[in-house]
């Protein structure tokens, strides 16, 4: 079982900056199962949709309508995944609750029985002057 905890959430002006926080947590052997961590978003009557994502050897994939300004990092330990959002310069359009998500590998899916990825609780952002 892993648990994803998000922080960071909140109102902003348009081009102040604003980071958002994903703390995974679980057993060793679970923690080391996700591939790839990242965070999607539900913008007000819009379906859930990617922003960004890291993979295990730190690889950022970035949706289109955020490169540029935002920056997805990773750190790991060995019980614990912690991701950073880092929005450098919000616009309203960024307004949206913001989910993490965390993808298990498939052989650890088969061989546990457990989830094939996990969703944090979702964090709230807003982008107003």
């Known amino acids: 079982q892993v648990q994803l905890v998000e922080s960071g959430g909140g109102l902003v002006q348009p081009g102040e900056s604003l980071g958002l926080s994903c703390a995974a947590s679980?057993?060793?052997?679970?923690?080391?199962?996700?591939?790839?961590i990242g965070w999607y978003r539900q913008r007000p009557g819009k379906p859930r949709e990617p922003v960004a994502a890291v993979t295990t050897d730190g690889r950022a994939e970035y949706a289109d309508s955020v490169k540029g300004r935002f920056t997805i990092t990773r750190n790991n330990t060995k019980n614990t995944i912690t991701i950073r959002l880092q929005m450098h310069s919000p616009k309203p359009e960024d307004t949206a609750v913001y989910y993490c998500n965390a993808i298990v590998d498939p052989s650890v899916v088969v061989s546990s029985g457990g989830a094939p990825d996990y969703w944090g609780q979702g964090t709230q952002v807003t982008v107003s002057s």
């Open positions: 679980g057993t060793s052997g679970s923690i080391a199962g996700i591939t790839t």
